[in-house]
């Protein structure tokens, strides 16, 4: 307004004479109006600002440099607030800590859902697998982010997992041990990133209790069932790759991933060998599968269902087959097994209906040579015995004997 003077705001320098100690009162902080800081001492003031509106300010030297804090504006933090915050600084920064860089920390700290999807981006380009990727996150957001998602990472105690782990942990062992570990790669990422001094996991085990040790193991079928049970799959009216893919992989006995992760390029049909790379392996190493006379009838029927698709057995929208569309047709067919039975079939078959030896078995099944001398030594994949073996079992599920070319 014309003619009007605003208060000049007194210069912010340090009050001369004996330093004041809690020279401010309620009553003045509450009424006070003119612009301007008030020393209350030890370096905290009241800041009156031209517009009516006050905060509190503390002059505090970190580490030999002199800064400013804001402790919040009045009414929200008290006259007595204010004081009992600008003596914990004081007392942080005589004893070495940097009360602006906790304020710092304590105004960043991520909540639980940012900090579990930044370790998940993190740890993602490392798993080979993207079905596992998917679990892991959605175990998070099924049992964790819909309860303490939106809490600090560095307020989650240990009875807060406890919370979440308990309910399961008798009754679904395997799901809680995987929801332990996953919990506690995301603390121990907030405890790297200094959010917090300590994983809660650490503490948690004696209060959880003893799981008992029931081994379980996937569903297989007995190795003279198998045949029937392909016979079954071929004359259902199912999608035809889905049904190629589950013979597919009883042939190979091979996983169900390398199967729905077969390409094109892996399969080398002049020397009838499938060659799965590293990367798309359990062990991490190059695995050749030998093709027997039927994989290779298999591989011809699916290139006329690829649609351009450079996947071998491609779903309709061109991507790989889910993780469960071999499993639901076994089950809807009501055959007694999962996919990854019809290895434990084959390697039952191969120690009692076969002479093959045990080596050439374990590396059909791509299985790691547990002897450490072994395994240096060994510098062959026995691919032509494997090749003998894997013809011997197609013509074991064709109803053959080995050996019989006919």
Known sequence: MVGMT????????????????????????????????????????????PTGSRGWIQRLTI???????????FPLVSLKEAREKAFA????????????????????????????RQVWNQLRPGWRSPDHAQLWLGSLKRHVFTRNGEMPVSEVTSADVVGILAPMWHDKPPTARKLRQRIRAVMEWAVAMDYRPDNPCDRIGPVLGAQGKVVRHMRALPHGEVASAIRKVRASNARPVVKLAIEFLALTATRSGEVRGAVWREIDGDEAVWIIPAPRT?????????????????????????????????????????????????????????????????????????????????????????????AAYRRTD?????????????????????????
Request: aromatic residues 4%.
């Open 382 to 406: 026995l691919l032509e015995r494997r090749r003998r073996l894997m013809d011997d079992w197609a013509r074991y599920l064709e109803g053959r004997e080995a050996g019989d070319e006919t």
């Open 63 to 73: 580490r030999g440099r002199r800064t400013e804090l804001g402790l919040g504006g």
């Open 6 to 49: 605003l208060p000049r705001r007194p210069p912010k320098r340090k009050p001369r004479g004996q330093h004041p100690h809690n020279a401010l009162t309620p009553a003045f902080v509450r009424t006070v109006s003119r612009a301007g800081r008030y020393c209350d001492g030890n370096g905290l003031y009241l800041d009156v600002r």
């Open 89 to 116: 600084n004081r007392k942080l920064a005589r004893d070495g800590g940097d009360p602006l860089a906790d304020k710092r920390r304590a105004e960043s700290t991520p909540t639980f859902e940012e900090a579990g």
């Open 282 to 374: 359990k062990g991490n190493r190059e695995h050749r599968v030998p093709l027997c006379r039927r994989a290779l009838e298999i591989l011809e029927e699916a290139r006329t269902l690829r649609r351009g698709s450079p996947l071998v057995f491609p779903s309709v929208g061109g991507k790989p087959l889910g993780s469960t569309a071999m499993s639901q047709l076994l089950r809807a067919l009501e055959i007694a097994a999962v996919p990854h039975g019809f290895r434990s079939s084959f390697r039952d078959w191969a120690a009692e209906e076969t002479d093959h030896p045990r080596e050439v078995a374990e590396e059909a099944l791509a299985h790691k040579v547990r002897n450490p001398i072994e």
